[in-house]
């Protein structure tokens, strides 16, 4: 079946401005992860949505940044007003979060955002 | 802070060889351990799941846990030219957010032909 996707697949905007990544997880998972990884780094977690519902949102790294699950499907993640900083893979993941032990993350593609 | 280490290499072994990738962890109570496969510029990819002490093996690959020393590693047998990537290891906490995966850094391996 199709696995997850994320769209767009590049993404270049300009310190300051307001950018929109979608996800669009397996269908049938409930659970859906959206992770961020620089250059040389492993992926590092920003939130979980169980549902509709932000579960964990611990990982997002301040209030330019946050996302929704609308109708338990598809994920926006918003980041207003760009940093340089910002700038790396933003990757989301889905699960069918059958038991929490043995459940697995599957990754989509990934946005990579570059902020000039 | 919890977190898991790898070496980052780079680790380079020839055609046919076995490639061996460590990792450790902190948090003592962790009861799950992945091993995610990366080309460059592409996403993580499961290549296995860990969960008791031991080995498990999928084909080429063998992934050995320890949750004593707190250790896990993956082998790969026969090495293969399309074996080169990063391998990331992950770990899910225990309590409350064993949801979460926290990786290393990933260990990029070379496998030369």
């Known amino acids: 079946g199709a696995g997850v996707s994320q769209t767009p697949s590049n993404k270049v905007t300009e310190k300051g401005k307001y950018v929109e990544l979608r996800c669009d997880p397996i269908?049938?998972?409930?659970?859906l992860y959206w992770y961020r990884q620089s250059l040389g780094q492993g992926p590092e977690f920003l939130i979980y949505?169980?549902?509709?519902?932000?579960?964990?949102d611990s990982g997002l790294p301040n209030d330019r940044f946050f996302a929704v699950r609308p109708e338990g499907s598809v994920s926006t993640l918003k980041i207003q007003r760009t940093e340089r900083g910002d700038s790396a893979v933003y990757l989301c993941?889905?699960?069918?979060?059958?038991?929490?032990?043995?459940?697995?993350?599957?990754f989509g593609p990934g946005t990579r955002l570059t902020v000039l | 802070q919890k977190e898991v280490e790898q070496n980052s290499g780079p680790l380079s072994v020839p055609e046919g060889a076995i490639a061996s990738l460590n990792c450790t962890y902190s948090?003592?109570?962790?009861?799950?351990f992945f091993w995610y496969r990366q080309y460059s510029g592409k996403s993580p990819e499961l290549i296995m799941s860990?969960?008791?002490?031991g080995d498990k093996e999928d084909g080429r690959f063998t992934a050995q846990l320890n949750k004593a020393s707190q250790y896990v590693s993956l082998l790969i047998r026969d090495s293969q030219p399309s074996d080169s990537a990063t391998y990331l290891c992950?770990?899910?906490?225990?309590?409350?957010?064993?949801?979460?995966?926290?990786f290393g850094k990933g260990t990029l391996l070379t496998v030369n032909p």
């Open positions: 860990i969960y008791s002490n």
């Open positions: 948090d003592r109570g962790s009861q799950s």
């Open positions: 992950a770990v899910k906490p225990s309590g409350g957010s064993n949801y979460k995966l926290t």
């Open positions: 993941a889905s699960s069918p979060l059958y038991t929490a032990t043995t459940d697995t993350q599957y």
């Open positions: 949505f169980q549902g509709t519902g932000a579960a964990d």
């Open positions: 269908s049938g998972h409930t659970a």
